[in-house]
């Protein structure tokens, strides 16, 4: 399996956080990103962060997980917290060079900013290091449930969520495998102009499209041949459920909801 | 100048410092004399592709060095003579017909020479002087690759490698997933270019027959370990120790070890026979010795 990635790497584990339901994770992941956009004070930032390290520390995935899952964004980031350092309006100048001029309120709403995008990384790659992902497709259709009532095939979306996740690892091997026959071959990847960057990954992405393609056949073939329809009346084979520890994940979530809304 | 490759206590670890770490090559110190046929065997899992992937420096050992003549691989990588040894050490991988993307089997084939340097024009007259070689008829040339038979598709794959006239040939199960017929004939053209072309080749396989076959050096590994380097006949004569690791035997030698197992006199074979020329060859010296023998008494 590829190493480099780790955003959507699950890390089998056993940890108070990876034995709970996909769905508490899920829904404590969505509402912290709801939450987070309430806070507008160091007393609820501080407890936000609290409650995000408390939860990395349960997990107990080594803390050098959640950094690499920062370094993609790293320049979206810092990129962000520049222009609000350098652009929010505010009264109180610090100090000025030219027209570029930083204000208190700025710096203030740039640390802010800056801490957001820290701890929303960190809980998502909090739920995607404990959850396996195909747990999380299960998570997803289950809270999605009630849009069927209004038609929305949410089980065909689970179905395509579930296979594409299934398939990512298998994919993402197939294509480590093209890539060292290529270079067996004297073929060069990420090296050169961008044009020849670009001219170079042909080799690579036609193999790759050509077997997805035979193995989307093989599936649909198996799948019909043991009488796969649809969704009506299927039961699972992974059963998901809730538990006391869920319960108390929830409260929690509800606790720091109203804390942060009442700092703020 | 010391030729032949040379693994001097090389290690290699899956994804070291994660829960995913895999130490999967441990001490190994072996010698692949140069023109050699050498073949490696041992159980699915043991390491034989990880460590051929060695050769050409796709994988870099996690310590120790391979030496290739005397190309050294470390684990600081293969820097500048990287292009000159794949160019050297070319690896048919398994299941290679995966690798085709080209519009046309000549410009597949194509693409490994031009990638050494070779013009456009020089890569395809190069095409066409391989084609014959894995025995795939002019024609094809200008067929698309994704038209061919599976046997066929592999052919062209391997003709892609064989342009880049490497003087080590490394072929990772070459023959798996082909029919009875296929693999033979695959096994005897690989044989051809190792008497024509001076090749090494270094084949990595699970048919014990092949092994008795062709090759004139074995190396068994056994969960990332040497479990033995040898002659052919070294490496099946410890019939007792190959059954018990579950790798098998030829079947000529199983033959002959289950004729002695029988009753039938071990003296009559002056040597365990490992194909089945040599067996009928033994049975039938054996019996003109017992008759001469019994004419003598
Ligand atoms: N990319 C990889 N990441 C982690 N482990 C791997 C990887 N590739 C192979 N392995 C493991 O290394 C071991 C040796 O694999 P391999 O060299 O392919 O063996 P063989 O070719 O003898 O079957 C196996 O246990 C396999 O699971
Ligand atoms: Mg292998």
Redesign the pocket.
């Known amino acids: ?1 590829n190493n480099k990635l780790v955003i959507g790497q699950y890390l089998p584990l056993d940890s108070f956080i990876h034995r709970l339901d996909p769905r508490t994770k899920l829904l404590g992941a969505f509402a912290f990103v709801g939450i987070i956009f309430f806070a507008d004070s160091w007393q609820s930032y501080a407890l936000l962060s609290l409650f995000v390290l408390l939860g990395m520390m349960i997990s107990s995935v080594p803390i050098r997980y959640f950094l690499r899952g920062i370094r993609p964004l790293l320049f979206l980031i810092l990129f962000t917290t520049c222009l609000q350092l350098l652009f929010a309006p505010g009264q109180t100048i610090l100090f000025k060079i030219g027209f570029i001029k930083v204000t208190e309120e700025g710096l203030i709403q740039a640390a802010f900013i800056f801490i957001r995008f820290l701890l929303i990384i960190f809980m998502s790659t909090l739920l995607t290091l404990t959850t396996m992902p195909l747990a999380i497709a299960d998570g997803l259709e289950s809270l999605m449930r009630p849009l069927a009532k209004i038609k929305v095939p949410v089980h065909e979306i689970a179905l395509i969520l579930s296979i594409a996740l299934r398939f990512v690892p298998t994919l993402m ?1 197939e294509a ?1 495998k093209i890539k060292d026959a290529q270079m067996a071959r004297g073929a060069t990847f990420g090296e050169g102009k961008l044009k020849d960057q670009m001219k170079a990954i042909v080799p690579l992405l036609i193999p790759l499209f050509i077997n997805a393609i035979d193995r989307a056949e093989e599936l649909a073939t198996a799948m019909t041949a043991r009488g796969y329809k649809d969704g009506q009346g299927r039961t699972k084979y992974r059963e998901i459920s809730y538990g006391r520890n869920d319960l108390y994940v929830l409260l929690a979530f509800i606790g720091l909801t109203g804390a942060v809304l009442w700092l703020s | 100048m010391v030729m032949g490759i040379r693994f001097e206590k090389v290690d290699y670890i ?2 070291p410092h994660s829960p ?1 770490e ?1 130490h ?1 090559l441990k001490d190994i110190n072996v010698t692949i004399p140069s023109k050699s046929y050498t073949a490696i065997v ?10 051929i992937q060695h050769l050409n420096g796709l994988k870099i050992p996690t310590h120790g060095t391979v030496w290739i003549d005397d190309f050294p691989v470390t684990a600081e990588g293969i820097g500048k003579i990287g292009k000159a040894l794949r160019k050297k050490v070319g690896i048919v991988f398994q299941f290679p017909e995966s690798q085709l993307f080209e519009e046309t089997v000549e410009k597949d084939i194509a693409f490994g020479p031009k990638n050494f340097g070779a013009s456009e024009e020089e890569a395809l007259k190069k095409a066409a002087e391989i084609l014959p070689l894995v025995g795939l008829e002019p024609p094809l040339l200008k067929r698309s690759p994704f038209d061919l038979s599976g046997g066929q598709m592999r052919r062209v794959a391997i003709a892609g490698v064989l342009a880049m006239e490497p003087e080590i040939l490394v072929l ?1 199960e070459p023959t798996a997933g082909l029919d009875p017929q296929g693999r033979r004939e695959m096994m005897e053209m690989f044989y051809h270019l190792y008497q024509q072309k001076h090749l090494t080749i270094v084949l ?1 396989t699970h048919q014990m027959d092949d092994v008795a076959h062709y090759a004139n050096h074995v190396i068994v ?1 056994e969960k ?1 370990q040497i479990a033995f380097a040898g002659t052919p006949q070294e490496v099946f004569k410890n019939v007792d120790w190959l059954e018990k690791i579950q790798l098998g035997l030829p079947t000529a030698t199983h033959f002959a070890t289950t004729l002695i197992k029988k009753g039938f006199p071990e003296e009559n074979f002056s040597l365990l026979p490992l194909t089945l020329e040599a067996l009928a060859d033994e049975i039938a010296a054996g019996y003109e010795r017992k008759k001469v023998g019994d004419a003598d008494e």
């Open positions: 399996m091997e480590d | 899956y994804q995913f895999h999967v041992g159980h699915t899992g043991s390491g034989k592709s990880t460590l990772d990595v590994i990332g």
